[in-house]
């Protein structure tokens, strides 16, 4: 079965370009989630979504950061301008529900901003 | 608040020898989901075991044993007779019944295995 499926695996890019991150979770999985890891913060939940439709954005830092899935398959972040403290891995999982399932995570984005 | 803690930062065991990593977490809520996640070298994060906070029966997988113990908030996993490919760094995780989606991490406890 195919995992969780996200890309690119690396980008390196300039302070103030636009980054996209894309994401493609497990068929048939209701649940989509954005993770961010750093070494200061730890892994922090950055938003998720449910069928498609955003639940809980509050873990997104700030305006330069949106995410929009539009549809069952595919997910995007989005950093626009962006900045060298943004510079993380980022990681996207899916699970069919919520409560006791686990969350499949992909193999994560190493975002860096020079 | 809710919060869970892996005081160990970094353990470094010889091959074959047994491991425990801690996990102690925290939250006034009754019902909620402990993970274990394994984050090899290679960066990937992959789900280990869920428990749910009305189970406490202890499980084996192999290796890999889990003890969760409401009266004192832990949920400490072993790992027995380690190998080198046990080197990763370990993750334990909450979640909440009534707060969604969240998972809520420790900071990871990273082991070594030496040969």
């Known amino acids: 079965d195919a995992g969780v499926i996200q890309s690119p695996r690396h980008e390196v890019t300039e302070m103030g370009q636009e980054v996209t991150l894309r994401c493609k979770p497990i068929?048939?999985?209701?649940?989509l989630f954005w993770y961010r890891q750093t070494m200061m913060r730890g892994l922090e939940l950055l938003i998720y979504f449910n069928n498609n439709v955003p639940i809980d954005d509050s873990g997104m830092p700030e305006d330069r950061f949106s995410a929009k899935m539009p549809n069952a398959s595919f997910s995007t972040l989005k950093i626009q301008p962006s900045e060298p403290r943004d510079s993380a891995v980022y990681f996207c999982?899916?699970?069919?529900?919520?409560?006791?399932?686990?969350?499949?995570f992909g193999d994560g984005t190493r975002l860096s901003i020079l | 608040a809710q919060k869970v803690t892996q005081a160990q930062t970094e353990i470094s065991v010889v091959e074959k020898e047994d491991v425990t990593l801690d996990c102690v977490y925290e939250?006034?809520?009754?019902?909620?989901?402990l993970f274990w996640y394994k984050q090899p070298p290679s960066g990937e994060l992959v789900f280990l075991i869920r428990r749910n906070s009305f189970d406490e029966q202890n499980e084996i997988s192999g290796r890999y044993s889990w003890n969760f113990q409401k009266s004192t908030s832990s949920f400490n996993f072993t790992i027995t007779a380690s190998q080198v490919v046990d080197s990763a760094v370990y993750f334990c995780a909450l979640r909440l019944y009534n707060q969604g989606g969240k998972l809520i991490f420790g900071q990871g406890t990273e082991l070594s295995v030496k040969p």
């Open positions: 999982a899916s699970s069919p529900t919520l409560r006791d399932q686990p969350q499949h």
């Open positions: 939250t006034r809520d009754t019902t909620y989901y």
């Open positions: 068929s048939g999985h209701d649940y």
